[in-house]
Nanobody
Framework: QVQLVESGGGLVQAGASLRLSCAAS????????MGWFRQAPGKDREFVAI????????YYADSAKGRFTISEDNAKNTVYLQMNSLKPEDTAVYYC?????????????????WGQGTQVTVSS
């Protein structure tokens, strides 16, 4: 079992930056690939960014490319999402997720573990 705890959300103005953190704990002897997803009110949960375990290969949704950066600190068992140039349409609850194995995918249904989410609100 793996526990994921997100932090770093908040209320910011358009153009600002935030860094979200996802701390993992529990049975970490297995490697996990990680993803960030978000869910706005009335909308489905959507893919934002993923990072594969081996080589740290990353992949982003079109809406995140050029503005968001996913990274990880293996020593701290933490994954980050640096978000720059935030827009009002980025307002959502942001979730991190983990899937056993080296590869992560944009498909939310493949993820085994989820955090509780952290709210990001961007005002115009």
């Amino acid at each position: 079992q793996v526990q994921l705890v997100e932090s770093g959300g908040g209320l910011v103005q358009a153009g600002a930056s935030l860094r979200l953190s996802c701390a993992a704990s529990g049975r970490l002897f297995s490697r996990y690939a990680m993803g960030w997803f978000r869910q706005a009110p009335g909308k489905d949960r959507e893919f934002v960014a993923i990072i594969n375990w081996y080589g740290g290969h990353t992949y982003y949704a079109d809406s995140a490319k050029g503005r968001f950066t996913i990274s990880e600190d293996n020593a701290k068992n933490t994954v980050y999402l640096q978000m720059n140039s935030l827009k009002p349409e980025d307002t959502a609850v942001y979730y991190c997720a983990a899937v056993t194995g080296p590869l992560a995918y944009p498909d939310r249904y493949q993820y085994e573990y989820w955090g509780q989410g952290t709210q990001v609100t961007v005002s115009s």
